[in-house]
């Protein structure tokens, strides 16, 4: 689209947009919010980034190699993670994990911060998604 | 805040029946928007502002947009 507004108005808000998405995920263990909340802030924003400057614009930027890429070794990530602290909590092993810290930091809580990270790349990802396939049936 | 609750309330339920009897597709679309904008301050009202945060994005962000997607897919309304 070639409305001045629009591209003025979207260049300026899109950051602010993703900065917010990514404090509610990296406050995720501290405050409300969490992978999902964050994840899809920063989803809308790639969403609002597509309509605002074109098909033909975002997929140079977003390329699907690229996010798919992301896509699939965060799922495989977050498996490996959680199976991993499933088994060494479960069934009382306690086998090496992060450090705890002190809470109320951002570097605490174990393995809380990295699984809710994923958990917001893999969302985001998966909005973006869903809007290209609704809007032209193919990303 | 309980008076505030009960209003928020009666205003959810009026925009839930509306929904439903609205002529217009586009209409009902938009106050579908209205009933999770409302119940994101219920969320909140009910001490559960992780669930308020993700009522908004989602429910009044991507569901209106993939509803809209979908009625200009089905050629209801122009693009």
């Keep these: ?139 | 805040m309980k008076v505030f609750s009960i209003i928020m309330l009666i205003f959810l339920i009026f925009s839930s029946i509306a929904v439903s009897t609205m002529k217009s597709k586009l209409g009902s679309i938009i106050v579908f928007a209205v009933y999770s904008l409302i119940m994101a301050i219920l969320w909140e009202q009910l001490e559960a502002p992780d669930l308020a945060i993700t009522e908004a994005a989602v429910g009044a962000g991507i569901t209106t947009v993939l509803l809209i997607l979908t009625l200009s897919r089905i050629r209801s309304i122009k693009k």
């Excluded at chain 1, 098909?55 to 498996?79: A, D, H, M, P, W």
């Design chain 1, 1 to 139: 689209m070639k409305d001045k507004i629009l591209n003025t108005v979207g260049k300026n808000l899109i950051p602010f947009i993703q900065i917010f998405g990514l404090y509610v995920i990296f406050h995720g263990h501290l405050s409300p919010g969490g992978g999902f909340a964050g994840g899809t802030i920063i989803g809308v924003s790639f969403i609002l980034y597509r309509i605002i400057f074109g098909k033909e614009f975002v997929q140079n930027k977003l390329r699907f190699s690229l996010l798919i890429r992301f896509l699939t070794i965060g799922v495989f990530i977050y498996g490996v993670m959680k199976g991993y602290i499933f088994i060494s909590g479960g069934s009382d092993l306690h086998w090496a994990t992060p450090p705890l810290g002190i809470p109320g930091s951002i570097i605490s809580g174990g393995f809380l911060l990295p699984l809710n990270i994923i958990v917001g790349t893999v969302v985001s990802v998966t909005m973006y998604f869903f809007y290209c396939l609704f809007e032209e049936g193919e990303i």
